[in-house]
Nanobody, 121 residues
Framework: VQLVESGGGSVEAGGSLSLSCTIR????????VGWFRQAPGKEREGVAR????????EYTDSVKGRLTIRSDNAANMVYLEMNNLEPDDTALYSC????????????????WGQGTQVTVS
């Protein structure tokens, strides 16, 4: 399975962005998709993850109420809608996929996209 992100950019605080993750190849290896971010000098953290076939969704506390993860399984897409962005949201955002299980443990994900930069000023 291959993942390709798009939709990053630069916005002012309070603004919105929508990120997309395109799933290609053996899409059934991407039953769980997570969005992770890494800011310079900080560890990578999971911000949202979902099991694509039911409502099993989780967000990290700092983004609850501002970020929404959703999927379009027919199109093999997973989106991250980001509202009321804050400067602390500035990071490289990557989507990742795994076949079984669904958590924020990055080492369990076996496919990663190249990342898309989000900058909030």
């Amino acid at each position: 399975v291959q993942l390709v992100e798009s939709g990053g950019g630069s916005v002012e605080a309070g603004g919105s962005l929508s990120l997309s993750c395109t799933i290609r190849g053996n899409t059934r290896d991407a039953n769980c998709v997570g969005w992770f971010r890494q800011a310079p000098g900080k560890e990578r953290e999971g911000v949202a993850r979902m099991w694509r076939w039911n409502d099993n969704i989780e967000y990290t506390d700092s983004v609850k109420g501002r970020l929404t993860i959703r999927s379009d399984n027919a199109a093999n897409m997973v989106y991250l809608e980001m509202n009321n962005l804050e400067p602390d949201d500035t990071a490289l955002y990557s989507c990742a996929a795994r076949t079984n299980g669904c958590s924020f443990t990055a080492s369990y994900y076996n496919a990663w996209g190249q990342g898309t930069q989000v900058t909030v000023s």
